[in-house]
């Protein structure tokens, strides 16, 4: 039994920002080649001028000058050989910034609900992690990971969509888990992988209902369960290696923004992938034939929730960005190392 080290460590940063941005509306020409847009009225609605500007003349906020301090601290403990358990706490920032909305009428039509100018600016995240886990060789063919976590967000940066206006806010959230990790090679030229994570988290105050209130979400794509594996077997052929493997990657229910709204809600779904590759005795060359999406399963892995009527700032429609669907190749690789 030993006991093991005490790791720590402090860093300090200052960093200073600021912006000028502007937003115009204009009139512009494509004439016969679509790259050659050029401004005909620079300013056709008749504003005399840009119809928003930030920056130090016109607002006192539209400048950071922030100091971050970040930390770590971890102690392990080896209670036998092989076996090794530890506790870790990391401190991290995430710098603060400004938003660049593609349309700023949100913010100054004087309706609190959808924002003001002060939303141009987002400020820091600090984030608070604790983490305690194992590893352990629990025989001579089988390793296993395991850990469980919490995360404290302090102004977490958030990303919300209303319309064409994009911009990050800060508000709280927290994170907690676990993880189990198991890899094994039970026979000669076979490995085994199989990983399960399960996510709980809250994100406060991060969308506001018709009627004013502010209600919590789910973070962003970050499905509860996570489950992956592999399986790969080898053998000797022509001086070479002959390996074929399969993995798969299971990822439950999860949202594609804050709002959690059913239509962008994607369903969980399993992906399978399969390999097989020929490797020289010498290692320099490889061959390998793949198929992803082996059982050409149709997901989505964004989704822009853009169903409101204009009245609402939508456009009758969801935006879906999908995953691609089985996708085979072959690859040579020579390795001049």
């Known amino acids: 039994?030993?006991?093991g080290p005490l790791f720590g460590g402090l860093?300090?940063?200052?960093?200073?920002?600021?912006?000028?941005?502007?937003?115009?509306?204009?009139?512009?020409?494509?004439?016969?080649?679509?790259?050659?847009?050029?401004?005909?009225?620079?300013?056709?609605?008749g504003?005399?001028?840009p119809l928003f500007v930030f920056n130090d003349e016109t607002f006192d906020f539209a400048s950071l000058d922030d100091d971050y301090l970040t930390a770590k601290a971890e102690v392990d403990y080896s209670p036998s050989k092989g076996t090794l358990f530890y506790l870790s706490y990391n401190r991290g920032i995430k710098s603060g910034g400004y938003n660049a909305p593609l349309?700023?009428?949100?913010?100054?039509?004087?309706?609190?609900?959808?924002?003001?100018?002060?939303?141009?600016?987002?400020?820091?995240?600090?984030?608070?992690?604790?983490?305690?886990?194992?590893?352990?060789?629990?025989?001579?063919?089988?390793?296993?990971?395991?850990?469980?976590?919490?995360?404290?967000y302090d102004d977490y940066q958030a990303f919300?969509?209303?319309?064409?206006?994009?911009?990050?806010?800060?508000?709280?959230a927290s994170v907690s888990g676990a993880e189990l990790e198991i890899t094994s090679n039970p026979i000669d030229n076979?490995?085994?992988?199989?990983?399960?994570?399960?996510?709980?988290?809250?994100?406060?105050?991060?969308?506001?209902?018709?009627?004013?209130?502010?209600?919590?979400?789910?973070?962003?794509?970050?499905?509860?369960?996570?489950?992956?594996?592999?399986?790969?077997y080898g053998w000797q052929l022509a001086d070479g290696e002959l390996a074929a493997q399969i993995d798969f990657v299971y990822m439950s229910d999860h949202y594609f923004q804050l709002k959690n709204s059913p239509v962008g809600e994607q369903s969980g779904y399993t992906l399978f992938n399969a390999r097989v590759s020929y490797t020289s005795d010498d290692g320099k060359w490889e061959f390998a034939?793949?198929?992803?999406?082996?059982?050409?399963?149709?997901?989505?892995?964004?989704?822009?929730?853009?169903?409101?009527?204009?009245?609402?700032?939508?456009?009758?429609?969801?935006?879906?960005?999908?995953g691609k669907p089985r996708w085979w190749g072959l690859s040579a690789t020579y390795n001049f190392e």
């Open 11 to 45: 860093r300090w940063a200052n960093e200073e920002k600021s912006i000028d941005y502007s937003q115009n509306y204009v009139e512009i020409a494509n004439g016969s080649n679509p790259s050659a847009a050029n401004i005909v009225n620079p300013d056709p609605l």
């Open 190 to 232: 076979l490995d085994l992988l199989l990983g399960v994570s399960y996510v709980d988290n809250n994100v406060e105050d991060a969308y506001q209902l018709p009627n004013g209130d502010l209600v919590d979400r789910r973070a962003v794509v970050t499905p509860e369960w996570n489950i992956n594996g592999l399986a790969r």
């Open 1 to 3: 039994m030993s006991n």
């Open 289 to 322: 034939g793949f198929v992803d999406n082996l059982l050409d399963k149709e997901y989505r892995v964004m989704a822009f929730d853009l169903a409101g009527g204009p009245e609402a700032g939508g456009f009758g429609m969801v935006e879906n960005y999908y």
């Open 47 to 49: 504003f005399g001028g």
């Open 160 to 172: 919300r969509l209303e319309g064409l206006t994009t911009f990050v806010f800060n508000t709280d």
């Open 103 to 152: 349309d700023i009428t949100d913010f100054l039509d004087g309706n609190p609900e959808t924002g003001g100018p002060e939303e141009m600016q987002f400020g820091k995240e600090t984030l608070h992690a604790y983490e305690f886990g194992v590893k352990h060789q629990l025989n001579s063919t089988t390793r296993v990971n395991g850990a469980v976590y919490y995360y404290d």
